[in-house]
């Protein structure tokens, strides 16, 4: 099977893309892999697999390397009397904006070029936490009470303290702070602002149990992976989710009531369907007495959760195999045709 493992991407989350494509480098090991790396000026380029290195991309080293172009269905690479195609399934490893904002699946599509990941349409409600937010609503699924605060026009919070700030649009905990009351709230605001036009209140509750739950559709059902209780301080912060990234063992089943899983698969199947066809994604979800919260949807997991699946390679080749079929509309002119037609041109 062949696959394109495209990352990098013009986005705060840049590194942690390199780190994942190197763990899928591993995870992947035995398919027909190409890498093509998306730098910071959204030129892409084609990495041997030999030099997928960090240190090739924080030198500048892959600048040496060969520059693609977009062709319908293709990657191209264009030499002095002859051109080669790279094609196969893309798997979408760009993290934050460009690759989970929708932009790079935009791309793929208008180039006719299959890929795993999210949709246009799905990832604008996952990118965008406030969209989220709305798609809980309207799916009936729970969340935590939230406010939205702007850089342009700010009122006055009514979430009582502890709370936690967060940057709408933006992923890795980057950006997140926990404030404990008022005298810690305009630093967090800042830091928040320096990443997005809009920040998310939420309350902050201490100790509160958080699991994951990653999955995808193929032949009409849709297959779960193990779920994970993570380990954490007061949250996830970067540095930990910049080691997650990383993970390429699987992880310990949470020690959980088979009555909760039910839950949480209940929660990401309203999550996934109709909306996440042909991505791999991970939903983080806390648990408040009895209760199920969706906190997050995750369109694409570092290293794509590999950590939570008993067999990896399998889910991928599964998922591939039954991507959703793009309709596109077929240009006849005939309306040009019969007004031509009759005015006898």
Known sequence: MKFIIL???ASF????????AITLKEKLRGFDLN????????????????????TVFSKGEYKKMPQLTLNHSSFSQKGLFSSSKFT????????????????ISALLDFFSIRYIGPSVGASIFSYDKRYTKYLCKAKKIKVL???????????????????????ASLGSSIGVSIVKDESELDYALDTAFEYDKNVLIEPFI?????YNLAGYMANGKIHFSIVEEPQKDEFLDFEKKYMDFARSEQVLKADISEELI??????????????????????????INGEVYLNEINPIPGSMANYLFKDFQA??????????????????????HSIASAKGK
């Open 13 to 20: 989350e840049h590194e942690i893309s390199i780190v994942s």
């Open 315 to 336: 889910a991928i080749l599964e998922l591939s195999n039954s991507l959703p079929l793009v309709k596109r509309a077929k240009v006849s002119y005939e309306y040009i």
């Open 7 to 9: 990352f990098g991407g």
């Open 262 to 287: 039910q839950k949480l698969r209940t929660n990401f199947d309203k999550v996934y369907r109709n909306l996440f066809e042909g991505a791999l994604i991970r939903c983080d979800f806390f648990v």
């Open 145 to 167: 009470d939230y406010e939205v605060l702007s850089s342009k026009e700010h009122t006055n919070i009514t979430i009582p303290y502890p709370i936690i700030v967060k940057p």
């Open 35 to 54: 890498f093509i790396f998306c730098d910071q000026d959204h030129k892409f380029y084609l990495i041997d697999s030999l030099h997928m290195k960090a």
């Open 206 to 210: 201490s100790g509160v149990k958080e």
């Open 88 to 103: 196969g399934t893309v798997i979408n490893l760009i993290h934050g904006g460009d690759g989970e904002d929708g932009t």
